[in-house]
């Protein structure tokens, strides 16, 4: 069997689900385990020839140091998921030890962040170009590695300054937006060191439904697109949702994040209007940089960006803001936002 591990701040979820879905698509032998799937102990027996893809969260990799995998995968890296590890170094050695010597035969990397290069160039000394993967999200990438990058839409793999495949992430649904290219990269690079042809790796990829509350298209309704994006509980994660789309109608508001909403001015250009929900509903409005309507409950704030919604407009879910007002938890409130368009 072999083992494949992604840690990072953002993005393993959908990263180790669409790892998941390329190998069933493949009939391919592979188990899906951590956040997402069963527990890490939970695991049947590993079958011959059976991938197992893990999702580990940080104080998951402290756990999980006698855990060599085959194939290790960092993401990125956000500030939110400091604390614990006493600041951006704890929690950079502790994603570290995944990466360590004896550790896995190939890294796949993102590199659009400082620490991600970081770990790459270190990850390189004294090993074969073949060894890391290196991905982006948004800038070409060229040398003598082995590269996966996606821009302008389009995925592109180069293997030793070469161009080995590139086909179109915009019709994938599913995928929305500069961060969902990189999970595709990604994703992507690890099936390719696992021995699959580009060609089967698009096909399935074509036919991934996404996660639930991660930019999940919901129904199109008189060519208005519905989208539940309700895992986006902080501004960093809406900022993305934001960017994934334009012509937006924003349904957003809830329990406020230290920080309030710096951070939002240039993300909000593609914002028609916002439609504010939550307990806070009229101070999370005064900080917003887009004209809004404050609706307080999910049900009026569906209806009012439904009634004035053009053809062409997407109404999104992206709350910038925890649940814990209103709802047990972001999934609670996706589903109500799903419940909400149904009833349309």
């Known amino acids: 069997a072999k083992i494949v591990a992604v840690t990072g701040s953002n993005g393993k979820s959908t990263t180790c689900a669409l790892i998941h879905h390329i190998l069933e698509q493949n009939s391919m032998l592979t188990q899906l385990a951590g956040n997402i799937g069963r527990g890490v102990m939970d695991l049947e027996p590993a079958r011959s020839g059976e991938v197992i893809v893990l999702e580990l969260s940080s104080y998951q990799t402290e756990l999980a140091r006698s855990l060599t995998p085959d194939i290790a995968v960092f993401t990125n890296l956000s500030p939110d ?12 050695a502790a994603k570290r030890r995944l990466f360590a010597e004896g550790g896995p035969d190939r890294a796949v990397i993102g590199i659009d962040d400082a620490e991600g290069r970081f770990l790459a160039a270190q990850l390189q000394q004294g090993r074969n170009d073949d060894s890391v993967l290196q991905v982006s999200a948004c ?67 074509a036919s991934f439904a996404g996660l639930p509350h991660r930019s999940q298209l919901v129904a199109e309704i008189n060519q208005v ?10 501004v960093e994660s809406a900022k993305k949702a934001l960017m994934a789309f334009a012509n937006i109608r924003w349904i957003c508001g809830g329990a406020e994040k230290e920080g309030g909403l710096d951070g939002l001015q240039g993300a909000a250009s593609a914002v028609s209007k916002a439609y504010v929900i939550g307990a806070e509903a009229a101070a999370f409005a005064a ?3 887009c004209p809004y309507e404050i609706c307080e409950t999910m049900d009026v704030a569906v209806k009012a960006a439904n009634a004035q919604a053009q053809p062409g407009d997407v109404v999104l879910l992206a709350p910038a803001a925890a649940s814990f007002d209103q709802y047990k938890s972001f999934e609670q409130r996706g589903e109500d936002f799903v419940a909400q368009v149904a009833a349309l």
């Open 81 to 92: 998921h400091l604390d614990r590890h006493g600041g951006l170094g704890g929690y950079f």
């Open 139 to 205: 800038r070409k990438l060229t040398g003598a590695g082995w590269m996966v990058f996606a821009r302008k839409g389009f995925l592109s793999e180069y293997r030793k300054g070469r161009q080995v495949a590139a086909f179109d992430l915009r019709q994938h649904a599913a995928l929305p937006g500069a961060h969902n290219h990189q999970n595709a990269c990604a994703a992507y690079a690890v099936c390719r060191a696992l021995g699959l042809s580009p060609k089967n790796i698009e096909t399935a990829m």
């Open 287 to 289: 900080q917003l940089p």
């Open 225 to 234: 697109r519905f989208v539940n994006d309700s895992k986006a509980t902080n």
